[in-house]
């Protein structure tokens, strides 16, 4: 089992940056691919980032490439989200996963999730 606890998410003017935590229990971190997702009102949960077990590799969805970052620190078996250059349409519900072995822009593919933290970019 594995439990996600998603931090950080907040108000922030347009073009402003936030920075998103989410800590993850349990002795076997490393052993998980980790993920963000989004969800908007009225809209699907959409893939944003996934990072490999490593940390090594990561991906990013079309709509954030280039503003997000998504890092992992493995000791602390925490995986963040840098977003800069926010935008009105990154105002969303943001989760983090975890699924086993390689990372995934899936969410079916997922396991594990977070109870999601507030995301509200103003214009």
């Known amino acids: 089992q594995v439990q996600l606890v998603e931090s950080g998410g907040g108000l922030v003017q347009a073009g402003g940056s936030l920075r998103l935590s989410c800590a993850a229990s349990?002795?076997?971190?490393?052993?998980?691919?980790m993920g963000w997702f989004r969800q908007a009102p009225g809209k699907e949960r959409e893939f944003v980032a996934t990072?490999?077990?490593?940390?090594?590799?990561?991906y990013y969805g079309a709509s954030v490439k280039g503003r997000f970052t998504i890092s992992r620190d493995n000791a602390n078996n925490t995986v963040y989200l840098q977003m800069n250059s926010l935008k009105p349409e990154d105002t969303a519900v943001y989760y983090c996963?975890?699924?086993?072995?390689?990372?995934?822009?899936?969410?079916?593919?997922?396991?594990?999730w977070g109870q999601g933290t507030q995301v509200t970019v103003s214009s």
């Open positions: 349990g002795r076997t971190f490393s052993s998980y691919a």
């Open positions: 996963a975890a699924k086993k072995d390689e990372p995934s822009w899936s969410r079916f593919q997922y396991d594990y």
């Open positions: 990072i490999t077990r490593s940390g090594g590799s990561t």
